[in-house]
Every structure is written in structure tokens, then in C-alpha cells.
């Protein structure tokens, strides 16, 4: 197989399905041997049904040909190695369940793969798929920018450029990986990532930071296009603020310069955010300061149980 396209998925048939049904539309003519990898991670729900139901629609529209498999063992990392072992392709496209390429995806990821052999890592542009009832503050770009995110954005531009390690790095379901660099760097950390809902995460960048360590270059190519659902749940406000706490968790695991105990100012930015969210008068103002404040308390959970991730 040229490529492998894996998906990874827990207990969100509905999402799945959808994405399997865009997916389904798109354009595979001419893009050498591929196929569609799912991998159900720990499932209770009637994914394999829908697994099921598209594996016939891609055989009757003469698509690629999609399989499924299941990891018992909770954690999308789990999953993703699993996927690595299992796979056919000479490279990994990795795409997430709620996650809509565009009809062109594959044409545009088959010919950025033949142009560009001397890189090993691909990624493209991916925006959230807004419908005008999100929240304000999604759309924040001043003092009050919420830099964790409810959904993975990437966009740096309309010209192709190589991602560098200082520079914002790709998300997981926004990458391509040739089989290679696996070979040398392994696969995910399970140590980090989900498992099931919890939002830990952190698995991709520190797999991505891995690579570029051991010489692995990445190339933004911007006709590599899709969007990600939009879902309501993930922009209330106790799911930011779990969200960032998490991810504020995870980048401390992944650190190395991380401190191993708790030091003073950590003390001091968890008691200036909570003082703040107290004064705050907006609710825009106040949404900042508790995201801020969840983000402190989970860089000092790090201090406090310093543990590094493992790789497979």
C-alpha cells in the first residue's frame, strides 16, 4: 500500500459515522494503493455497526478498502500503535474521528508525498467547522486570546514551508508519517493522549517532537485541506477548564526543563488567577482568568507527580 488511512475511535458512532459518510465522498481516483484502517478503542457502543455499514458503501462506490479492529485497552495510544503494528501502507495518514476532509484530500497527500521524498512528516490546513453559534470568545484574538483551544486549528498560509520544531507544531489527526520514521522513533507514548474522554492528550506533539530529534522533517502543504466538527459540549466552560488543566498536566510530563517540585511563583499565579476571576466584572474577562487558573493548577499537579512518558 502507498498509504494507510488510520482512524482511531471511542465510543462516538454518531461523529464516526459522519465522518465516514464525507469521507466516503471524497476523490480517490488516481492516487495509487490505499487503504482505511478504524481502530475501536475499547467500544460499547454500535461503532462496529457503522464500521460495518460503510465497509459496504466503499465497496460499492469502489473506494478503498476499509477495515476495522479492535483495541480492548483503553487509551488512544494504545490504539494508534496498535494501527502502526497493523497497517499496510509505507505511510500514515492519520485523521481524527471528528474530523472532514475535503473532496481533494487524498489527490492533494498523494502527490505531496511523491513531491517531496525528502520529507517524512506531512501536515495540512485544518479550521474548525463554525456555524455561527459558537461563543465569542472562540474568536478572540486580543489580551483575552484563549490559547487552549476546544478544537485543533492549523494555517500557515497559502505557500507550502517547513514546519520547524519552534514553530507551532501539528495536532494528531492533522499528520501524515512515512513508516520510517517509526522504524527509528517508535510509535506514541502511553504515558499521555486520551483515555476515553478524560482530554489528557499530548501523545501526537510529543511523538512529533520526538521525530524532529532524531531528524525527521515535517512540510506544511495547504491543499491538504479538512475541517474539524464543531461540537457544543467541548466550548462549555467546565470542559475549557478541564481541558486546560489536562493539557497545562501533559506539557509538564513531556518537559524535561520542568520543575520536580512546587516553587514559589507557581503558588503565586494560582492565588493572582483565582483573585482575578473574583474582581472580573465581564464574563468574557472572567471565562480567561478561570481557564488561566485551571492551567496553573495543573502545571503545579506536574511539579508535584513529575513522571516522563514511555514510548512503544
Not at 66 to 94: H, Q, T, Y
Not at 214 to 225: D, H, Q, V, W
Amino acid at each position: 500500500m502507498d498509504f494507510t488511512v488510520v482512524i482511531c475511535t471511542h465510543n462516538r458512532a454518531k461523529l464516526l459515522g459522519k465522518m465516514l459518510a464525507v469521507l466516503s465522498q471524497a476523490d480517490f481516483s488516481g492516487i495509487g494503493n490505499c487503504e482505511i484502517l478504524v481502530i475501536a478503542n475499547a467500544c460499547k457502543d454500535n461503532t462496529s455497526l457503522i464500521i460495518d455499514h460503510y465497509t459496504e458503501v466503499f465497496r460499492e462506490r469502489g473506494g478503498p478498502p476499509l477495515r476495522w479492529l479492535a483495541e480492548p485497552v483503553p487509551g488512544k495510544s494504545m490504539a494508534l500503535n496498535l494501527a502502526i503494528r497493523e497497517s499496510c501502507g509505507d505511510s500514515l495518514c492519520f485523521i481524527d474521528d471528528d474530523q472532514y476532509v475535503t473532496p481533494t484530500f487524498f489527490q492533494a497527500l498523494s502527490a505531496t508525498l511523491a513531491r517531496y521524498p525528502e520529507y517524512e512528516i506531512f501536515c495540512g490546513w485544518m479550521v474548525p467547522d463554525w456555524d455561527g453559534g459558537e461563543p465569542e470568545w472562540v474568536h478572540e484574538t486580543g489580551k483575552f486570546y484563549i490559547g487552549i483551544r476546544p478544537f485543533p486549528e492549523y494555517d500557515l498560509g497559502n505557500v507550502p514551508c517547513e514546519v520547524s520544531p519552534e514553530m507551532k507544531l501539528p495536532s494528531g489527526g492533522n499528520i501524515s508519517v512515512r513508516r520510517g520514521v517509526f522504524e527509528r522513533v517508535g510509535g506514541f507514548s502511553t504515558d499521555l493522549g486520551p483515555q476515553g474522554h478524560n482530554l489528557m492528550g499530548g501523545e501526537d506533539i510529543e511523538f512529533v517532537k520526538r521525530a524532529l530529534q532524531a531528524g525527521a522533517r515535517i512540510l506544511y502543504e495547504p491543499t491538504i485541506r479538512q475541517k474539524h466538527a464543531v461540537e457544543a459540549e467541548r466550548m462549555a466552560t467546565l470542559y475549557m477548564m478541564r481541558k486546560s488543566y489536562l493539557r497545562s498536566l501533559s506539557n509538564v510530563m513531556m518537559s524535561t526543563d520542568a520543575p520536580r517540585s512546587v516553587r514559589p511563583y507557581m503558588v503565586l499565579k494560582l492565588g493572582q488567577y483565582a483573585l482575578l476571576v473574583l474582581v472580573s466584572l465581564r464574563n468574557s474577562h472572567r471565562f480567561y482568568y478561570l481557564i488561566r487558573l485551571a492551567a496553573a493548577i495543573g502545571e503545579l499537579r506536574g511539579a508535584l507527580n513529575k513522571q516522563f512518558p514511555r514510548q512503544q
